[in-house]
């Protein structure tokens, strides 16, 4: 059985969310990346970094939530189409996926961190407003991308979807706005209206 260690309020989710659109049995072992527990000798042995989240299918063990994702999909999403058939939409799907850690994650979370999760006396408002202008450049190009389609590579959603929409879910509590983009936050909306997302954000 797969096991995931990590914990939903970390990169984790990405895995979660998909091994729940997958209808995959998983062991969930809630690691937490604030204390100690990363450090335990045990997990160490499974992931050096100290860090989450890390999955265990058989014999191979997989860091990165990226990696993972790309893992699972490929392994276990041909038949729902989750994992798409053609080797150019695959080579989209990692396109987006490496393209939203590179443009993406970096300035939303601290648009996050220093807008809303900090303690008051150590946020940063020009942190806050320098990468919402970083932001512009890489939400544009998702605008334009998802203009006249429903999902990134057509009309079906796939792991590039969830990929992408597993860093972008960061907008709701950072109180991101995103009415400048309205076929982004349309999509964004579909994305997170899935069940299994639903079901992952609560594990």
């Keep these: 059985m797969l096991k995931l260690y990590g914990i939903t309020q970390s990169r984790a989710f990405r895995p979660l969310w998909l091994m729940h659109e997958l209808d ?6 809630r690691l937490d990346y ?16 100290a860090r989450i989240p ?3 299918d058989g014999d191979l063990v997989l860091w990165e939530s990226m990696a993972i994702n790309l893992y699972l999909a490929n392994k276990y ?8 058939a053609r080797i150019e939409h695959q080579a989209l799907t990692q396109q987006w996926s490496f393209w939203v850690m590179s443009e993406v994650e970096t300035p939303l979370l601290s648009v996050l961190m220093h807008g809303r999760v900090l303690p008051i006396e150590k946020r940063d408002p020009e942190k806050v407003s320098r990468n919402l202008g970083v932001l512009k450049a890489p939400f544009s190009v998702l605008e334009q991308a998802l203009a006249g389609r429903a999902y990134l590579l057509g009309e079906d959603f796939t ?13 709701k509590p950072a109180r991101l706005e995103l009415d400048d983009y309205p076929h982004l936050k349309a999509w964004l909306e579909r994305c997170l209206a899935r069940p299994a997302r639903k079901l992952a954000q609560a594990a």
């Design 24 to 29: 995959l049995e998983y062991e969930h072992v």
């Design 34 to 49: 604030r204390g100690d527990q990363l450090n335990d000798p045990v997990y160490l042995a499974i992931n050096p970094n």
């Design 54 to 56: 890390a999955l265990v």
């Design 77 to 84: 999403g041909a038949d729902s189409g989750l994992w798409p």
């Design 159 to 171: 792991v590039a979807d969830l990929n992408v929409a597993s860093v972008l879910v960061w907008c």
